[in-house]
């Protein structure tokens, strides 16, 4: 089945900085690819999300890219804030409603 | 605005119990899963169901059963709890097929077998 593997599983960068979260996937067939923030105590939420017909995806501060001849997908965040920090998660979907997510990575952006 | 709301925020239970979570979308979404989050594991996938009275095992059913008597509903059972099901659990709904639909998650309920 398939397998999602994220990286760095904590990233601390300092106000202004840039962060940039990797995930790698297997299953050749995937074809979506959404990122969740989930903030301390809330629920997961959908960020972006990026489809195999598209490399690359920009909304205001983050941006989503995707190399499917490598099997990976990065999060991208510029001039990150306070409010940014959180635990984000990389998802692939396998086919039949399944959503595979990665490990997490805990995002702190210091002042 | 989505809601998706489950019933209990925090329970503690005993090894052996019967637990029952239950979960309500007020959207008509058709799609409901059950996922178990754990720290360094994410999130897994434990049962969804696509239909009223249909499901399918995720990832991880072992240990665990699903209901979905109405479309809004869908309840996690732990037939004889155990404490490696020590977890916090986390519902989520969509409108159309993982792949093309938003995952409306709710706000967790966290379980303690004792």
């Known amino acids: 089945g398939e397998n999602v593997e994220q990286h760095p599983s904590t990233l601390s960068v300092q106000e202004g900085d840039s962060a940039v979260i990797k995930c790698t996937y297997s299953?050749?067939?995937?074809?979506?690819f959404p990122w969740y923030k989930q903030e301390l105590g809330k629920r997961p939420q959908l960020i972006i999300d990026i489809r195999s017909n598209v490399g690359e995806k920009k909304d205001q501060r983050i941006a989503v890219t995707l190399n499917k001849t490598a099997k990976h997908f990065s999060l991208h965040i510029t001039e990150t804030q306070p409010e940014d920090s959180a635990v984000y998660f990389c998802a692939a979907y396998t086919g039949f409603q399944k959503l595979v997510f990665g490990t997490g990575t805990r995002l702190l952006v210091s002042p | 605005d989505v809601k998706v709301t489950q019933s209990s925020r925090y329970l503690v239970k005993r090894t052996g119990e019967k637990v029952f979570l239950e979960c309500v979308q007020d959207?008509?979404?058709?799609?409901m899963f059950w996922y178990r989050q754990d720290p360094g594991l994410g999130l897994r996938l434990i049962y969804f169901s696509y239909d009223v009275k249909m499901k399918e095992k995720g990832d991880i059913p072992e240990g665990y059963s699903v209901s979905r008597e109405k479309k809004e509903r869908f309840s996690l059972i732990l037939e004889s709890a155990s404490t490696n099901q020590t977890s916090m659990y986390l519902c989520a709904s969509s409108f159309q097929g993982a792949d093309t639909g938003e995952l409306f998650f709710g706000e967790g309920s966290r379980l303690t077998v004792l």
């Open positions: 959207m008509d979404h058709e799609n």
């Open positions: 299953d050749s067939a995937s074809n979506y």
